[in-house]
């Protein structure tokens, strides 16, 4: 198996994007520390990884700090780093508010720079490493309605190329997915406040026409992180149909 004796560390891993890759990773051989500020999403995800549940706030750094402590203690080490956690609402820029803004950019923007702040030191010491950022198609091409979520999706590409560029000569790579409109729980939840006609259009002027599963994501995310991206860092892979083609 692909990631047979490795451990990785899954931020957002208790549904959606983030479960699919814990489980993806599991399947492949992988221990999975499954974080999560959803603690009791995050242990039946563990338990059905056979991984250990690390409850963990991304916003909060001393939080942080101490999921990344009890999955070191739990796993050993880590291979590889995986920042899939995320949030957005819906509604019009105007509309939105200092609250709307602030939990938007710490969950997507700061709780990257913080999951990866704590966790490379130790990448750095091993001498290897694999970190994977989920960002978003509207990181490069904007979205309406989600104007303070694409800048702080915009802001994780370049934060991965800046990264990237800093920890090659350590032997880590850094690289970035960027899914598409994907049918999660939480699109499940845009979709039932009434956003039903804006993701019909985006879905009607994606190519392939329809929405990608989790599991597609979590197939771009595992060849990132594997051997067979060995000399691939710095780079973004779009899973998104076509839409920004």
């Not at 549904?15 to 599991?26: D, F, Q, T």
């Not at 508010?97 to 130790?122: C, M, Q, S």
Request: aromatic share 4%; charged share 20%.
């Amino acid at each position: 198996m692909e990631f047979e004796n490795r451990r990785a560390l899954v931020t957002g891993g208790a549904s959606g994007i983030g479960k699919a890759i814990v489980l993806a990773l599991a399947a492949q051989g992988a221990h999975v520390a499954v974080c999560d500020v959803n603690a009791a999403g995050a242990g039946a995800v563990a338990a059905e990884a056979r991984g250990v549940a690390v409850t963990m706030d991304v916003t909060d750094t001393a939080s942080v700090r101490a999921g990344v402590e009890y999955a070191l203690e739990a796993l050993g080490w880590i291979d590889v780093l995986v920042n899939a956690a995320g949030w957005d609402r819906i509604m019009p820029f105007v509309k939105t508010d200092e609250e709307h803004w602030d939990r938007v950019i710490g969950i997507n923007y700061r709780g990257v720079l913080a999951v990866t702040h704590t966790v490379l030191p130790h990448m750095i010491e091993r001498g290897s490493g694999a970190v994977v950022n989920v960002a978003s198609e509207a990181g490069r091409a904007g979205s309406s309605g989600e104007a303070v979520y694409s800048g702080t999706k915009g802001a994780v590409i370049a934060f991965t190329k800046s990264v990237a560029r800093e920890v090659a000569r350590y032997g880590i790579r850094v690289n970035c997915v960027l899914p598409g409109l994907t049918d999660t729980p939480l699109l499940q939840g845009m979709i039932a406040e009434g956003n039903d006609k804006l993701i019909d259009a985006i879905v009607g002027a994606t190519p392939l026409r329809r929405l990608a599963r989790p599991e597609e994501v979590a197939e771009a995310v595992l060849f990132l992180a594997s051997e067979r991206a060995s000399f691939t860092t710095g780079e973004t892979l779009s899973v998104g149909g076509g839409l920004v083609m």
